[in-house]
């Protein structure tokens, strides 16, 4: 005959309380819980000592990159700024080399 559903339900609430106070290691083996608290302490622990430094290489990282960036848009924009006035000023003295059309230069 199957096990009725209370003699289940008692015999997992007794399994449940009596691993209440264990956890699984990273090894699959069960651990007390205040064995595996403090190894994760002591894990968080050395996690934010080494992420000060580590912060702080990101932090200049990312600001070096900005600055190649605006550097690099920035000279585009003065190519591109230099070549319009280049341009213009080339522009002008073509203009000004130039002999001046006659009236039947300007007919034709």
Known sequence: MPPTTDKISFS???????????VWNADLSLQDASQAASQRRQAINEARASRPRTAQIE????????VLYALILGSFAALHLYGGY????????????????TASEVQR
């Open 12 to 22: 997992y609430t007794t399994l449940n309380r009596q691993l209440e106070g264990l």
């Open 59 to 66: 932090r200049e990282i990312m600001i070096a990159v900005i």
């Open 86 to 101: 280049v341009l213009d000023q080339q522009d002008r003295a073509k203009q000004a080399a130039e002999p001046a059309p």
